[in-house]
T-cell receptor
Framework: SQQGEEDPQALSIQEGENATMNCSYK?????LQWYRQNSGRGLVHLIL?????REKHSGRLRVTLDTSKKSSSLLITASRAADTASYFC?????????????FGSGTRLLVRP | KAGVTQTPRYLIKTRGQQVTLSCSPI?????VSWYQQTPGQGLQFLFE???????NKGNFPGRFSGRQFSNSRSEMNVSTLELGDSALYLC????????????FGPGTRLLVL
């Protein structure tokens, strides 16, 4: 089963508006990452937030992490049509020495011009 | 630096055949991970290789296998293809240390008829 569940599954907004996506996970993590995928292509890394961090910014992106609630949110401000994509959260489990990302189910974002 | 490359980009096979997919990581990266993406199951971890050794394996049948060469290039093989193996196969590379970004390739889209 997937570690993360994302909410909403789909989001449609007008260009210029803000978009907020949420991710919940089940077990302890080392870090949580957000990726973007355009129409069935490769994943583009957006931002990584470590388990001891609460908030992180990168350009128009703002990510928060609440480890007590096992949840994270991604905020895209002043959205553009080019932001239309699927967004996935991925958690790096606190387990063995290898690197294994567990992905959420994704949020499909449509930004209308 | 050149990004992660995957070949071929598209592939059509029939049931019962086998297929080999190739992934060339970013120069200097020693870890290569493989993921399968389908509409029904989402993004699922297949396995991770580091310095020619499989460090972690996902919950996939033995028909799915992989290897890594001394130059860090990796191949994955799927034998006795089934219709359900139709998917986008993504590989990702990283330096191999914990808590770092994985960089994804464009993927190989496999269609099994």
């Amino acid at each position: 089963s997937q570690q993360g569940e994302e909410d909403p599954q789909a989001l449609s907004i007008q260009e210029g508006e803000n978009a907020t996506m949420n991710c919940s996970y089940k077990t302890s993590i080392n870090n949580l990452q957000w990726y973007r995928q355009n129409s069935g292509r490769g994943l583009v890394h957006l931002i990584l937030i470590r388990s001891n961090e609460r908030e992180k910014h990168s350009g128009r992106l703002r990510v928060t992490l609440d480890t007590s609630k096992k949840s994270s949110s991604l905020l895209i401000t002043a959205s553009r049509a080019a932001d239309t994509a699927s967004y996935f959260c991925a958690t790096d489990l606190r387990m063995d020495s290898s690197y294994k990302l567990i992905f959420g189910s994704g949020t499909r974002l449509l930004v209308r011009p | 630096k050149a990004g992660v490359t995957q070949t071929p980009r598209y592939l059509i096979k029939t049931r019962g055949q086998q297929v080999t997919l190739s992934c060339s990581p970013i120069s200097g990266h020693r870890s290569v991970s493989w993921y399968q993406q389908t509409p029904g199951q989402g993004l699922q971890f297949l396995f991770e290789y580091f310095s020619e050794t499989q460090r972690n394996k996902g919950n996939f049948p033995g028909r799915f296998s992989g290897r890594q060469f001394s130059n860090s290039r990796s191949e994955m093989n799927v034998s006795t293809l089934e219709l359900g193996d139709s998917a986008l196969y993504l590989c990702a590379s990283s330096l191999g240390q914990r808590e770092e970004t994985q960089y994804f390739g464009p993927g190989t889209r496999l269609l099994v008829l």
